[in-house]
């Protein structure tokens, strides 16, 4: 009923930029925040960055700095410029949105992408 479907990831130089896009689309209602978070193997799936629907921003204390996120709400979509890319920045990265839908209109619920992998080289 509802799908995030993320785009934008790729192989960079360190120092480089990536800009990563999520598009939600399905029986939505409004969605309240989206967001990417992002997990390396092995370990816990970790936030970079949210955005509220009010346009607030909260970003992981490591990417403060070098990385923007934005929405359009209009598109249900969701954006994460990438700027000064490290090593340690390489890992798979998921968009989430908090949507309420048709189905459950009277609460939000969690939805994933299926994930974009990002790959910066030293």
């Known amino acids: 009923q509802v799908q995030l479907v993320e785009s934008g990831g790729g192989l960079v130089q360190a120092g480089g930029s990536l800009r990563l896009s999520c598009t939600a689309s399905?029986?939505?209602?409004?969605?309240?925040?989206m967001g990417w978070y992002r997990q390396a193997p092995g370990k816990q799936r970790e936030l970079v960055a949210t955005i509220t629907s009010g346009d607030s921003p909260n970003y992981a204390d490591s990417v403060k700095g070098r990385f923007t996120i934005s929405r359009d709400n209009a598109k249900n979509m969701v954006y994460l410029q990438m700027n000064s890319l490290k090593p340690e920045d390489t890992t798979v990265y998921y968009c989430?949105?908090?949507?309420?839908?048709?189905?459950?209109?009277?609460?939000?619920?969690?939805?994933w992408g299926q994930g974009t992998q990002v790959t910066v080289s030293s």
């Open positions: 989430n949105a908090r949507i309420r839908t048709r189905v459950t209109p009277t609460f939000f619920n969690d939805y």
């Open positions: 399905g029986s939505i209602l409004s969605i309240y925040a």
